[in-house]
């Protein structure tokens, strides 16, 4: 007789489940059947190719905190402008590529954070702390630095 376990929601929110398929229906049934264990999808370049924005949608109805990995780098403008878009789909975290510069992670932080502020971003908080570290600053907020 298989025993059923139920693990503790503070233990499931910092577990993400990394969806790295290239087809819907696959990464749907994963994050189905693996709901129980994870409280975050990752949702990666080539999942997010495939499927298109609507896997997000789909993720957060599961339950999903949603981290978008794209590790968005470009001009800061098409960073920011691009955040916005992602921001807008409901996401909780995403990725810049710290190789963009300062002034990328400063446009994709600053415009991301205003639709995303009920969920303070990943992106926001690390790029935050990296911009604090390279200036001196302490680092502070969430997490220490």
């Known amino acids: 007789m298989e025993e059923e376990i139920e693990i503790k929601p503070e233990i499931t929110n910092k577990l993400a489940l990394a969806l790295d398929v290239d087809d819907l229906v696959v990464a749907v049934r994963l994050a189905r059947d693996l709901n129980s264990y994870f409280g975050v999808a990752k949702v990666g370049l080539e999942l997010f190719s495939a499927a298109g924005p609507d896997i997000i949608g789909t993720l957060k109805?599961?339950?999903?905190?949603?981290?978008?990995?794209?590790?968005?780098?470009?001009?800061?403008?098409?960073?920011?402008?691009?955040?916005?878009?992602?921001?807008?789909?409901?996401?909780?975290?995403?990725?810049?590529?710290?190789?963009?510069?300062?002034?990328?992670?400063t446009a994709g932080v600053?415009?991301?954070?205003?639709?995303?502020?009920?969920?303070?971003?990943?992106?926001?908080?690390?790029?935050?702390?990296?911009?604090?570290?390279?200036h001196g600053g302490g680092g502070g907020g969430r997490g220490g630095g």
């Open 61 to 105: 109805e599961m339950g999903y905190k949603v981290f978008l990995d794209l590790k968005l780098h470009d001009i800061p403008n098409t960073v920011g402008r691009a955040a916005k878009v992602l921001g807008s789909l409901g996401i909780d975290y995403l990725t810049l590529h710290t190789a963009g510069g300062e002034a990328m992670l």
């Open 110 to 134: 600053a415009v991301s954070y205003t639709p995303l502020r009920a969920h303070e971003t990943a992106s926001y908080l690390v790029c935050r702390l990296l911009l604090e570290k390279k």
